[in-house]
Nanobody, 117 residues
Framework: QVQLVESGGGLVQAGGSLRLSCAAS????????MGWYRQAPGKQRELVAA???????ISADSVKGRFTISRDNAKNAVYLQIHSLKPEDTAVYYC???????????WGQGTQVTVSS
């Protein structure tokens, strides 16, 4: 019953910035983690950053210092502010919601981020 919709992706030059947004709708329960994953061509999907219901955040080493995740619980939304983009950041970015109670996972359709050199 949960739907996630991402926005904010696009084509940018290396060193540029983007802000990704994800809004969740449907039967949203308490105690869930929201975050971002990404998948580049030929690679596995990997966790970029996430925020637990407690407020605890995690992020991949490759993005620390450049990516900032934030969450608006009132809006059931999560954001990813990206600075100093690199070509290696090129991927489809997926919003994810994981229930800390049931373990259920929900995914957005993905938004493409392409970084040119």
């Amino acid at each position: 019953q949960v739907q996630l919709v991402e926005s904010g992706g696009g084509l940018v030059q290396a060193g540029g910035s983007l802000r990704l947004s994800c809004a969740a709708s449907g039967s949203i329960l308490s105690f869930h983690r929201m975050g971002w994953y990404r998948q580049a061509p030929g690679k596995q999907r990997e966790l970029v950053a996430a925020v637990a219901s407690s407020g605890t955040t995690i992020s991949a080493d490759s993005v620390k210092g450049r990516f900032t995740i934030s969450r608006d619980n009132a809006k059931n939304a999560v954001y990813l502010q990206i600075h100093s983009l690199k070509p290696e950041d090129t991927a489809v970015y997926y919003c994810n919601l994981w229930s800390e109670r049931s373990g259920a996972n929900y995914w957005g359709q993905g938004t493409q981020v392409t970084v040119s050199s």
